[in-house]
């Protein structure tokens, strides 16, 4: 279940790679989706996706495969099928804060947490770390659809009135990955 919650949190900026075609835009006030992935080594890759969340949410859409549909994800036969998702967020909004969730183990610890409106999940494995930061807000978005999807659209632009944040960061042996929200429009 910890994997499938790993999952669900990293989704939302990975379907941002979706091809794009973009108009003119006001940089000053728009947010922009980054993703940067730097592959150690010397044939290692090097990846800058710099999208504006407005063009993301206007994708989100128009894709249609397998369990995704018109910017919804439904998980039909997965661990998280028929958990009502926005009643488990607003319970954990109303909840205090505190570290919910610790699991040790003998190559990786995972640690869920609470810090006011935020929710931090944290993984270290013997060769990588990863670091996710999601507003309360933008988790209540991405499950304001039926039960048992979930509306990236919604969170799309949720994560679009949150203003500058990280939401993923992984240092690991091989590469480092990191996605962010801002108002540029290179990822440097």
């Not at 941002?16 to 993703?35: E, I, K, M, N």
């Not at 659209?153 to 993923?168: M, Q, W, Y």
Request: one cysteine or more; charged letters at 30%; a negative charge.
């Amino acid at each position: 279940m910890i994997r499938n919650l790993l999952l669900l949190a990293l989704l939302l900026p990975v379907l941002s790679f979706a091809p794009a075609a973009g108009g003119d835009s006001d940089q000053t006030t728009q947010r922009w989706l980054h993703v940067r992935v730097d592959e150690s080594g010397p044939d290692g890759e090097r990846v800058r996706v710099n999208l504006p969340l407005e063009l993301v949410a206007e994708i989100l859409p128009m894709i249609e495969a397998d369990d995704f549909h018109r910017g919804h994800i439904r998980f039909d036969g997965h661990d998280l099928d028929g958990m009502d998702m926005a009643a488990l967020v607003g319970a954990v909004r109303n909840a205090k804060d505190g570290e919910y969730v610790t699991v040790e183990g003998s190559d990786e610890s995972v640690h869920i947490t609470k810090e006011g409106d935020l929710l931090l999940i944290n993984v270290d494995e013997e060769d990588e770390k990863v670091n996710i930061r999601l507003r309360l807000s933008v988790v209540d978005a991405l499950f304001s659809g039926e039960r048992g999807e979930m509306n990236l659209v919604a969170a799309v632009k949720a994560l679009e009135a949150e203003g500058d944040c990280e939401i993923v960061r992984i240092d690991g042996e091989d590469e480092t990955v990191r996605i962010w929200i801002d108002k540029q429009d290179t990822a440097d």
